[in-house]
């Protein structure tokens, strides 16, 4: 905000358009798993998927059993992410919905 004038003005550092925003500003990708009932067909569903979209993003995924433990994974090197629309769809198509969370 610039009030040197009589009149406030907004000064933008810099414009991402709107479709760009997911890409541009997503720092970290964390994906939830159930351990009840997941299996190893899903695991390599999710590999591929994470493999298609290569990126700078990194992934980490959540393993929660049911008692309630948690295990975090981080992707590695190999498995970062271009963020996207296509990326999102994939894995929520196979996770389901509310599975993936981004951070920026």
Known sequence: MN?????????AEEI????????????????DLLTAGLDME?????????????GKTPVY???KDPVGRKTVLHSGEG??????????EELEQ???TNSIKIRS
């Open 3 to 11: 009030s040197r004038d009589d009149t406030p003005k907004v000064v």
């Open 16 to 31: 991402i358009p709107i479709e760009d925003v997911e890409k541009k500003l997503t720092k970290v990708i964390s994906i």
């Open 42 to 54: 899903t695991l390599k569903k999710l590999k591929d998927i994470l493999a298609q979209h290569p």
């Open 61 to 63: 995924i959540n393993f």
């Open 79 to 88: 498995l970062k992410v271009e963020t996207g629309p296509s990326l999102f």
């Open 94 to 96: 196979l996770l389901g």
